[in-house]
Each structure stands twice: as C-alpha cells, then as structure tokens.
C-alpha cells in the first residue's frame, strides 16, 4: 500500500492550539511524523531587551494563556537572581498559594480538552464550572481573569483580600469532591480505558534525554520534581509530596498513567492550599497595604554588565527556565538579553516521534495526554 | 511535609562536580566553579566556561560519565561591542536528574534529604565564549542529549550560532521562508516602534514603515 503524508493543522482539534503535524500514513498505521511550530511566534525574547524588569512580567503572563501565573512567577524569581532580592515570606506563601490555584485551572483547562478529543463531552462542560472557581479567586488577587501581572520583582503586587482565605478553603474544599467526581466518571468508563491505557508509551530515560519534564515524567514512575529538586518559594513547609505513577508496562507510562498522574497532581494542589493557608505569616485575615514590606521587599531597578539570573520553575506542564543577562539599554534597567526554556517546545517535537506505530485515531488521545501549549511553545 | 534538597547538599555535589571536571578538563583550558543564586533557598551550581574546541570533549564527559542527562536550554547572545574576544556567547544549561526506567508496577519515590553522590540534582551552566565573527561556529551536541536538537534549532534560527554537525537543522519559530541570514536576536535588528518618540508621532501608525520592507514575508 502506498504511503502519504497527511497535515493535521494548524487548524485541526487535536492540535490544542496552532501548530502542524504532518504524519506519514501506511494505511492507518502512524510511520514518521514531522512538527512544525511557529505559527504564533510573538518575539517575546526580543521586546524584552526594550523593556525594564516590571514591564517584562505582563509579557510573561502572556507567554501561557491558561498557566498565567506560573510562567510570571518563573520570570520574577529569574529577575530576583539577577537583581538579588530577599523576598518576604508572606509573599512567598501567596506566591505558592496563587500558583497553585493557577495549576488547578491549567489541569482543569487540560482535561476539560482532553475530554472532548477522547468523546467525552460531558468533562468540558464539568471542568469549565469548576475551572470558574478557581479564575474567580485568581481574579481577587490579580484583578483579571486571565493575565493577572501579579508578582512583582521582590513580592506581589496585592495582598490577599480579607475573606479571601475563607473563599478559598471552601472552594478548595468542594473541588476536592468534584475530583473523586471526576475519576467515578472516568474510571468507568469503557471509552476513556479503550482509547487510553496501552497507547502513547514513553520511557522514562528517554524522555529525560529528550527534554520532557513535569507531570509527563512523574508518570513514568520518579517522583522527580523542580519543586524539591531546584527548590524555590516555601515548597519545603507545606504538606505534600510529588504525585508519581506506578506505569503498567516495562515499555513505560501510557495516555492513562499520564492522566492519574495529573488528577493525583491537583489533590496534591488542593492540600498544599490548605496547609499553605493555615501558616501564612502574619494571619489569613489581614490585608496590608500595597507595598508594605510584609508584601514587598524593596528592589533595585538596574543590573550590572555581566550580571546573571536564572530560574527553574515547576510550571503546569513541566520545568520552565528563564535566563536573563543583565546590562541592557538604559545603563541596566532593560536586561541585555532574556532566553525563555519552554517545556512544550521540547515535549511537541518528542511526542511526535512518540506516535510512530499507532493508527491515526491514536494521535489526539496521545497528543493531548502530554498537555500541548502553543502559546508557550511558540513564545 | 514537604521537602527539597538542602544547600549542603547542593554545595557537597557542586564542589565535587568541579573537582573531577577540572581534574580532567583543567589543562584544557576548562575553568569550572562553583557558585551561588542569589533568588529563594540560594542554591550551588556549576558554572564551566569552555573553550569551543574541546565542547565535544567535555559534554560526552558530563553525558556518559557525570550523569548528566537533560539538556535543558541553549541560549545565544550577541556582543557587537563586547571586544575582538567575546562577540558570542553559547550558554548551555543542563541538569543532572536523578530519572531511571521503572520496572512494570513499581515506582522510585525520592526522599531529598537522604539523596546521596550523583542522585544530587544539579545545575550545570556551560559558557562558550566566541570572538568577532560573521559566523559563529560551536560543535553540535545533538547526538549526546536528544534534547538538544530543537534547543539548537531555535538558538541558530533567532541568533544565528550555527551548530557544527546538527543534522536537520531548519527554521523552528520564524517563517521557513525567512532569508538567508536574518537571525533576529542579533543586536544589529531593532523592534520597530523601540523609541518612545517615534511611537507617538504617529500613534495609529499610518506611516509606519517596516524596517525589513520587501525583505520578510
């Protein structure tokens, strides 16, 4: 039988976003397959050598649109390495408070389109419902529902309004429901298992080797996590441990493993919050005024030539990594040059050759078990 | 409770790192040491500045023998005015994980604290430090870390550090068509609109004129 190349893309509902893949087909058979991404480059890189370091972090936000917060506080804690600030620990728990519901709505954002491109409708319209909870309290920290330019270099922007706390625990509370909710839909379901366990197999070795971090890698079977292993913010005095997966095969983690992977991660989210809560510095119910040293810590604006920063960040779809090179325009207020390490534009290019050997009806279940994100693909 | 890897730790792995890569690497001009951050818990990192010639050398070193598995960013910058010695520079950062395949049903759940010799997870930062040129050469070390292929492809496609030895190397982020040559992050382009003034002359842009008119599509 004769083979072909077929172009799923840009526009195609596997895709999650704009970028192509070509597939060779032999029949239904997946045989070589090619990713192009590109296709909303915005030149982030570049107009940040124009900008000083506060108006750097609206970009950032705008880098992962379902994942706002995450890929802020990962350039903040670069620009804190470069400039050397202290943060102050109510900042930090508000921090890790903040990025944890937005890792909540970006797993919720996850399943929510994993739902749809494995025929299961029903889960976009549940995790859109629950999804609101969460952009509701991102929305009283940031004021926005989306791109919230929160952290500032040396703190947050706000304190947690008073009542925030109370919002927040309930809300985390009835999601904690909603997720067994969730499994007693799915894990039933003869659908999901069919099209999910035994497809999209991934070694642990070879994904380390090939750049996939995060969530894709804990299925696999190590706990590996940027959370504790390059750590940051108050990880080490909150209550949790890094979901990990036991994968079924010797041939690695499937589509399934991935997707307990990430419901284990969002009760991990859940009790983080929660503990997280009860110890915030200076009380849950109190509001301090915008830059009080409580909130934020003064911050020098210019970095010397030679400087550097660099950070990892647990993001929502695995290790992000900003490196910024002090001493740009403005004798140092602008960074010579920032490099942006996005998880997704090693994962996309791996995941492709990944499906090599699966049918094409195989390519969404695969594709969407690693979580694609254009907009941080693509930068 | 949660947990993380400690600074003595850290400082135990970086400080041991540096000892074989410069017991090894120090005649070749390899200079490795350790340092600091100076955001959140502080931690040690490597930091080796190496020359291009022996880059091959030292990554099948750190590949096969230092445990080094993860290749995670490359990142080019250019120097115009950075004198006849340093007009690029090639930073690569890679890490050391502590990620192995798992027999079927059963899983490794790493306890930070009690990690030990090469389970440590560690940063190294590798410099490579290029003179004025038109064509800033760095041997490819895609065959040694799968990931870094792309990481290589996005380097020479917005800066222009060609990769000796990089096979398939193509335009990642800019258009397949872009010319030959136009690598965007070099410092000799400017963002239109990068000058206040200029932006508020014509704040609807009428006249705007791209800088790179008839040349990108």
Redo the contacts between chains.
Sequence with gaps: MAQMWITMGPQHPMTHGLWTLRVKVDGETVVDTEAELGYIHRGVEKIAESRDFTQITPYCDRLCYVSAMTWANSYIYAAEDLLEVEVPERAEYIRLIAAECQRLASHLMWLGAYGPDIGSLTLMTWCMRDREMFLDLLQELGGSRMHYNYPRVGGVKRDIPVGFADRLVAKVKLFEHRIDEYEMLLDESTIWLVRLQGVGYAKAEDMVNAGVSGPNIRAAGVNYDVRWAHPYSVYDQVDWEPAVEKPTSVKGADCYDRYRVRMEEMRQSCRMILDAIEKIPGGKNTNYANGDEMILAKAPTRAPEGATGFSHYECTRGASQFYIQGGGDGRGKNPYRLSIRSPMFITIPYVAKTMIGYKVADIPAIMGSFDPCIGETDR | ?????TNEQADMAAEDAVKKLSDRFGSADVKATVEH?????K?AFVRAHVPAQHWTAVAKYLRFDAAV?????V?G?HFPEGGADRGWEV?Y?LMR??????????????V?ESLRGDDI?L?Y?VIITLPQTETPTVPSVQGI???????EK?TWD?VGIRFEGHENMH?????HDSPEGFH??QKQ?K?RY?DFNEMYDDAQGFGRKPTDEGRVK
């Design positions: 409770m949660g947990m993380r890897v951050h100076a955001n959140a818990h931690m598995n993860y290749c995670s960013m990142t910058t930073v950062h994980q502590p990620v192995t395949n798992q027999a079927p049903n059963t899983n490794t759940v790493h930070a997870p940063e930062e870390w799968v990931g870094a292929d792309w990481n996005e917005l335009r990642v982020l800019n258009p965007p992050l382009h963002i990068h």
